[in-house]
C-alpha cells in the first residue's frame, strides 16, 4: 500500500507538471486577452476577419504553456531536437517565402489602368510615405543608440539603423513588404513589426476615417471624379515588364517582391493564363493568408512580445500609418486646388498600401457625402502607386542598412 501511494503521488505531480494553468503567468494571461480581443474584432466587428481571426488564433496557441506552439518552441523526439509546427511555419515568414509568393497572388487581383490613365495619382502614393519617412526619423534620431531619449528609457539600448529603418517600412501600411525588409535588416524584431504591420492593416476602418474627416472639407468630400479614361490592352501588359524592369535596375534589393507583383500582374494581363489566374487569386492567396497571419500570431509569445523595445515599435507603428494616411490626403488635397477640383481628397488614405480595405474606406466615405460618387477606381490607382512605392522605399533601405 505504501508503494502505491508513493506511485500514485508521483502520478498526480507528474500530471499536474504537464498541465499548463499550473505554470501560466500573468503575462500570457495578458497575451491571451489581447489574442481574444481581436478575434472579437474579426468575428463580431468583422474586422478584415480573413487576415484577424488566425492571427488572433496565433497568439492565443503561442501563450498555453505547454503546448510547443509558439513560433520559437522546438522538441525532442527519438534523441533529435525538431521544430515544432509553428516554428516550422514561422520558417516561411523568416526566410521571406510567403511574402513574395502572397505579392504574386496580389499582382493577379491588380488593375494599373487607372493610374496608367491618371498618372498624377502616383504623387498621391508618394505623399503617403510620409509615415515611413517620420517613423524613421523618430526610431532613428530620437530613439537610436546614443540618442538623448533612449539613456531615460529603462531597459531599453536604443534603436539600431536597420531597426528603425524596418520600423519605419510599417508605415507603408504593407504586411508583406515590412516583413520582407525586417527580415533583412532587423531579424530580432520581425515578429514585432510584422504584428503591428498586419494588426494596423486590419484596422484600417478604424484609424483612417477620422483622419480623413479631420484634413477635408465638407465640399472637397463632395467633389466628384468622371470615370477614369480607357487604358488599351497593349498598354496594359507593357506597364508590368517596362515598371519591373526600371525598378529592378535602380532599386534591385526590392526585387523580389517587386518582380512577384509584376508578374502577377503581367498573367492577369496578358489574358493567356486563365487557370494561374484562378488558382492565384483564390486557393493559394487563401492558404498563404492562413500561413501568415497563424505565424505572425505565433510569434507573439509574452516572453518575446512584452517588452519596451516591443511596446515603442508597435506605438511607431501607429504613428507611422497615421502619418501615412495624412501625407496621402494632404497631397490629394493640392491636387484637388491645382486640378481645379477634380480630385477628391477622400482617395488620399489610399496612399497606403493596405490593398484593398483603403481603397473601400474612400469609396464608401465619398459615397456618405454623395451617393452618386464612385471614388474606387480612383482609389485603386493611388493605392497601387503606394504599393510599388513601399516596396521600393523597403529597397533603399535594404541596401543602406541590409
Known sequence: MANFGIFSSSVFLNTGYS??????????????????????LAIAKKYEPLLLLPLAFGIIIANMPLANL??????????????????FMYNGILYVIFPPL???????????????SNPKLALIGIGGQLGIVVAFAIAFF??????WLTSIIPGFDGFTPGQAASIGIIGGSDGPTAIFAASRMAPEILSTVAIAAFSYMALVPFIQPPIMKWLTTDKERKVVMPAP???????KILFPILACMIILLFVPAAGALVAMFMLGNLLKESGVTGRYIETLQNA??????????ISIGSSASADK???????????????AFAFGT??????????????????????????????????????????QYDSQNYLLMHAMGALVSGVVLSTVFAGIFIAFFG
Not at 498541465?19 to 472579437?40: D, K, N, R, S
Not at 523526439?77 to 515544432?84: D, K, L, M, T, V
Not at 502572397?102 to 496608367?116: Q, S
Request: net charge positive; proline share 4%.
Open 102 to 116: 502572397v505579392f504574386l497572388c496580389i499582382g493577379t487581383m491588380t488593375d494599373f489602368a487607372p493610374l496608367i
Open 19 to 40: 498541465m499548463g494553468f499550473t505554470i501560466i503567468t500573468v503575462p500570457q494571461v495578458f497575451m491571451l486577452l489581447v489574442g481574444l480581443f481581436f478575434l472579437y
Open 229 to 235: 479614361k480607357n487604358v488599351t490592352q497593349k498598354q
Open 305 to 319: 512580445f512584452l517588452t519596451t523595445t516591443t511596446l515603442l515599435v508597435v506605438a511607431l507603428g501607429l504613428v
Open 142 to 147: 530620437v530613439l537610436g543608440q546614443g540618442a
Open 326 to 367: 495624412i501625407g496621402g490626403v494632404l497631397v490629394a488635397k493640392l491636387l484637388c486646388k491645382i486640378t481645379g477640383g477634380k480630385i477628391n481628397p477622400l482617395i488620399g488614405n489610399s496612399g497606403v498600401s493596405a490593398m484593398p480595405m483603403a481603397a473601400r474606406i474612400s469609396q464608401k466615405m465619398g459615397q
Open 70 to 87: 509558439s513560433a520559437y518552441d522546438f522538441f525532442e523526439s527519438a534523441g533529435e531536437i525538431r521544430p515544432g509546427l509553428m516554428n
Open 284 to 293: 493559394l492567396l487563401n492558404i498563404l493568408t492562413i500561413f501568415v497571419a
